[in-house]
């Protein structure tokens, strides 16, 4: 399940209105099946069980690809995030539905993190100037870790975390988490990879390798005119991988799993 947010930025840049809606919207991806009966079917924007339906914004059937997924529902999160709004996107579901083969695919199909990554260069323009950069969080028992610094991933020291609310946005910030500016592509994936690599994992009755913590990937984009004067926009969009939701014995991980305090973390910060 992934969920999609825009909203509005502080800019005095004049840009159009957001591609996006400014709300929640949910959508879902339907894993292929590993046999057995089906007890639901989909179709359009609607999962039918044998006593109840559910709608979404959009449900994305087995033979959906990450492409897809990622024109129709990340692609104008981008977009507006270029132009000075913010985004964020969730990733939601039990362990083993496909989460992180949505966020990052695979060298024969990039999910929506690295799809955003090269979507993101690629909208730089001419008469704009521009800063980026990116931090990478994990919420791990209810404990706030920075990725990219050294210590993340539990070795070495790890500097003091705090989710503090942030009058002058009226959201909130996380004080001390480190941002590296970016300028490629491939400074961008460096980061990832890095962060990828402290992340805490777990094996489980449905993956070898599962992810046992909250991870909120953000990028902050800055720019301005390349004729000179103030910063006009800024906006950051976030990436969210959550944790399995474990609500069936066949998803039962062996390390306890996060608690839902956590979940509330992640989705303060991104």
């Not at 057995?36 to 179709?43: E, T």
């Not at 909130?172 to 690599?197: F, P």
Request: glycine share 10%; aromatic share 8%.
């Amino acid at each position: 399940m992934c969920e999609a947010s825009s909203s509005s930025s502080s800019s005095s840049w004049s840009s159009p209105s957001p591609s996006s809606s400014q709300k929640v919207e949910v959508c879902v991806r339907v894993r292929p099946s590993s046999g057995g009966p089906a007890v639901w079917s989909s179709d359009g924007a609607v999962i039918r069980g044998r006593k109840k339906e559910f709608r979404f914004e959009k449900v994305f059937d087995a033979a959906s690809t990450n492409e897809e997924i990622y024109e129709a529902f990340a692609r104008p999160l981008v977009v507006d995030a270029m132009r000075g709004y913010h985004g964020a996107l969730l990733a939601y579901g039990q362990t083993g539905s496909g989460k992180t083969h949505t966020c990052q695919g695979t060298p024969s199909q990039p999910g929506l993190i690295p799809l955003a990554i090269e979507d993101i260069f690629s909208q730089i323009r001419a008469d704009r100037e521009y800063t980026f950069r990116v931090s990478y969080v994990e919420v791990y028992n209810e404990t706030l870790r920075d990725l990219l610094l050294f210590g993340g991933g539990g070795e070495g020291p790890q500097a003091q975390l705090r989710l503090v609310e942030d009058p002058s946005s009226g959201g909130t910030r996380l004080d001390g988490v480190t941002e590296e500016s970016v300028g490629s592509i491939s400074d961008v994936y460096d980061a990832v990879v890095r962060g990828e690599a402290r992340r805490h994992v777990g094996e489980t009755d449905a993956n070898a390798r599962s992810s046992r913590s909250h991870a909120v990937l953000r990028f902050t984009i800055e720019s301005k005119s390349v004729e000179g004067g103030e910063l006009t926009s800024a906006a950051t969009l976030s990436f969210c991988d959550l944790a399995g939701s474990e609500r069936c014995p066949a998803a039962a991980a062996a390390a306890a799993s996060s608690s839902a305090a956590s979940s509330s973390k992640a989705a303060s910060f991104g």
